[in-house]
């Protein structure tokens, strides 16, 4: 079956812009969860989503938000773009809650 | 609340010698264990991971992982390693009770031809 899909690959914005990435996760997953990576600060929690409500919140500031429609493709939203929120855009997805997750390829967004 | 520590931030090996990935974790409650590998520019792949039962788990290409409570240790071993092996490795711990994982800073695996 096909697996965790996130779109765009790559994405090039402008400081002050806002940008969309968009997660479909596994079919019959109902569990999103959004992660950043950077060389950094390694992998953060940004959020979970479980059947269209948000489940759980790392600590990011407002700027970074998300959704899931019913069909449990998610979308993430940063508002007002930083120079430091150039990272990859990680989605995974799971069936069964703390099992274990599915990961996408990622979104790679530089913020220049 | 809990927490992961990757020993290593680095390790260098020779292809077909034996390697370990140490990874230990802090938690006040039971959680499940995991391992994903990162290629360059791809996501996390699952390696392994350990919910309960048998402490010795074994995983994809070879990889296998042993859950120690008492010493609150997750290493990934792998007998003979490949060039292909050269990657970056995740350890992580989930809360058995949610969806948020927790990830440490991850090792660098060079296989040396």
């Known amino acids: 079956k096909a697996g965790v899909t996130q779109t765009p690959r790559y994405l090039i914005k402008t400081r002050g812009q806002q940008v969309t990435l968009s997660c479909s996760p596994i079919?019959?997953?109902?569990?999103v969860s959004w992660y950043q990576q950077t060389p950094g600060q390694g992998l953060q929690f940004l959020f979970e989503y479980f059947s269209e409500t948000q489940r759980n919140k790392g600590n990011f500031p407002g700027r970074f938000s998300g959704r899931q429609f019913s069909n449990s493709r998610s979308e993430m939203n940063v508002s007002t773009l930083e120079l430091g929120d150039s990272a990859l855009y990680l989605c995974?997805?799971?069936?069964?809650?703390?099992?274990?997750?599915?990961f996408g390829s990622g979104t790679r967004l530089t913020v220049v | 609340a809990q927490s992961v520590t990757q020993l290593d931030s680095q390790v260098p090996v020779f292809e077909e010698a034996p390697v370990e990935l140490r990874c230990n974790y802090s938690s006040s409650v039971s959680v499940y264990l995991f391992w994903y590998v990162q290629y360059p520019n791809q996501g996390l792949q699952l390696l392994l991971k350990?919910?309960?039962?048998?402490?010795l788990v074994k995983g994809i290409n070879g990889f296998e992982a042993e859950f120690n409570k008492s010493q609150t240790s997750f290493h990934l071993r792998k007998p003979s390693v490949h060039i292909s092996d050269t990657a970056e490795y995740f350890c992580a711990v989930s809360r058995n009770t949610g969806n948020q994982f927790y990830f440490g800073t991850g090792t660098s695996l060079t296989v040396i031809p």
């Open positions: 079919s019959g997953h109902r569990s």
């Open positions: 350990y919910l309960s039962g048998s402490t």
């Open positions: 995974a997805s799971s069936y069964s809650t703390g099992k274990g997750y599915t």
